[in-house]
C-alpha cells in the first residue's frame, strides 16, 4: 500500500514506530496532489512543495501530537496563519492572516503540516463546492458531478487519497453532505463540543459548529479529539470525553434505530436515495439493530420556516458591513444577498416564533430518544449532480424554491444541534455514492461514533471502493 492510500492514524502509528518519516509521508502526498488535484480541484492556495518538505523533514527527528508530520489541508472559512484565507469571496481573494482561528491552532498543534487549504462555496453557502475565486470542485467519483458542500473540498481531497484526514464545518449539511457525495465519514458534533472563536456573536449563533472528516471512524474520532475542548471566550461550551473508547467493542446489536426516510413525503427524494438508505439499514438490521420506520414527529413546514428565518437574521446582521459598501455588495454572490435581503428588518416577533420553533422541536427530539439510540435520515435528497449548476432547481417534478431547499432533509439535525455521523452506504445505479445520516442525543458523541464504528467494521466502503482517477490502476 502507498502511504498516501494509508489512513491518518495508520501514518501516525507509523512515524511513531519509525517504519517512515514525516518527510517520507509528505513526498508521497505531494506526489498524489500533483497527480490528481489538478482534474479534482479539492486543494487551493497550495504551499511551496520545497518549504513543505523542509518542514517535514524538520518534524524527521521529533515528536509530537498524534498529527505529527501529517500534511493537512484546512478548509477555506477557518483562518490560517501565513497562508492564503479566502472564504471563496473575491473580496478576500489575497488575505493572508496574522494568526490561526482556534480550530486551525489545535490542528497546528498537534502536529500537522498544513499544506493547502480545501475549497468550499463563496462564504459557505450552498452545498455545492465553486466560487470565482478557485472554481469549482468536481467529485473523484465523476469529475462531472458536484462534491457538495460546503466542505467539497475537504471530502474530495479525503476520497482521492491527497490528504489522509480534513476538518470541515456545518450548518446546513455542510460535514454530511459532501461526505456522503465523496464515499467518506463527515461527523457534525454536538453543538458546543467544538468551540468557535470569540468574534461577533457568541450566543445567538447557535445554527453552526465545525467537526471532523475521514476515511475511517478511527480518524474521525481522533481528529475530533483535538478539535474539542473549552474555549472559556465563549458560552455554552460541552465537555469533551474520549471518542476512541468505545471503538474496540462497538456494535450496532440491540440499537434502536428510528428510519424517518423523507419526513412522510414532506422532502422530495430523487429516485433509489431511499431505496440505498432503505437496504443500509437491512444491513444494519442483520448486524442486529432494531430498525423501526417512524412516521413524521413534527411539521416540517414549521421546522422550515424556523430554519430560514434563523438563518437568514445570522447572515443578514453577519454581513451588513459588507453589503453597505456598494462595491463590495456587486461582488458577493446571489444566494448570499437573498440570505442579507430575507433577514434584513426581520421583526424581534419573527425571530422569537422561530426560536419557540425550534425550542419545541428540541423536546420533541428528546422524546425521541426515549424509545431510540438513534435517528436515520438520507445525508441528501440528490445524487450528485451536474458540476456546472449552481444548485438543484427541481427533484422529482417538484420545484425548488430556494438556493437550499434540496438539503431541507439536513435542518431537523441542524436545529436541535444533534451530533451526526454521514455514514457512506454505497453506490447507485449511475456509479454514484450516498450517505445516510445517523443522529444520537445531544452530548452522546462517542456512542454515535461506535455505531459507525460497527458499520464501518461491517462495510469499510471507503476502503472498498475508492475512486479511480487518471493513472490509477483499475480493480
Partial sequence: MELWEMSASDLSRGITGRDFAPSEVMAAHLGRVAAVNGAVNALVSLRDPDDLMAEARAADDGAG??????????????????????????????????????????????????????????????????????????????????????????????????????????????????AGFCNV????????????????????????????????????????????????????????????AGLER?????????????????????????????????????????????????PAGDLWRAWVTLRAMLNSNGFADLVADPAKRAQIKPETLWEIEAGTGMSAELVYRASVIRSTWYATVARLFQRFDALALPTAQVWPFDVNLRWPAEIA???????????????????????????????????????????????ADAAVLAMGQAWHLATDWPGQRPPVLQGDAKT
Fill in 65 to 178: 501530537g498524534w498529527l505529527h508530520g501529517l500534511p493537512l489541508a484546512v478548509k477555506d472559512l477557518c483562518a490560517t496563519k501565513g497562508l492564503r484565507t479566502t472564504w471563496g469571496s473575491p473580496l478576500y481573494r489575497d488575505v493572508v492572516p496574522v494568526k490561526d482561528d482556534l480550530l486551525a491552532a489545535r490542528m497546528r498543534g498537534a502536529g500537522a503540516i498544513f499544506v493547502a487549504k480545501t475549497n468550499t462555496p463563496e462564504w459557505g453557502h450552498g452545498s455545492h463546492t465553486f466560487n470565482p475565486v478557485f472554481g469549482a470542485t468536481r467529485n473523484p467519483y465523476d469529475l462531472g458531478r458536484t462534491a457538495g458542500g460546503s466542505s467539497g473540498g475537504a471530502a474530495a481531497g479525503l476520497a482521492a487519497r491527497m490528504i489522509p484526514v480534513a476538518d470541515g464545518s456545518d450548518m446546513m449539511g455542510s460535514l454530511r453532505n459532501p
Fill in 397 to 443: 417534478g417538484t420545484r425548488m424554491d430556494t438556493y437550499h431547499r434540496w438539503m431541507e432533509v439536513v435542518i431537523p439535525v441542524s436545529l436541535a444541534g444533534l451530533p451526526c455521523l454521514s455514514l457512506p452506504v454505497g453506490f447507485g445505479a449511475q456509479g454514484l455514492p450516498m450517505g445516510l445520516q445517523l443522529a444520537g442525543p445531544v452530548g
Fill in 250 to 298: 462497538a456494535s450496532l446489536r440491540g440499537k434502536r434505530i428510528a428510519w424517518l426516510g423523507d419526513w412522510g413525503g414532506a422532502y422530495a427524494m430523487e429516485p433509489g436515495v431511499l431505496d440505498i438508505c432503505r437496504n443500509a439499514l437491512r444491513q444494519m438490521e442483520a448486524l442486529g439493530a432494531v430498525v423501526e420506520e417512524v412516521a413524521p414527529p413534527f
Fill in 185 to 244: 465519514y463527515g461527523f457534525r458534533p454536538s453543538w458546543g463540543l467544538v468551540p468557535a472563536d470569540a468574534e461577533g456573536d457568541s450566543f445567538l449563533a447557535t445554527l453552526a459548529t465545525e467537526g471532523p472528516m475521514g476515511r475511517t471512524i478511527e480518524d474521525v474520532a481522533r481528529l475530533l479529539a483535538v478539535q474539542a475542548g473549552g474555549n472559556p471566550e465563549v458560552p455554552f461550551g460541552r465537555a469533551p470525553s474520549d471518542f476512541t
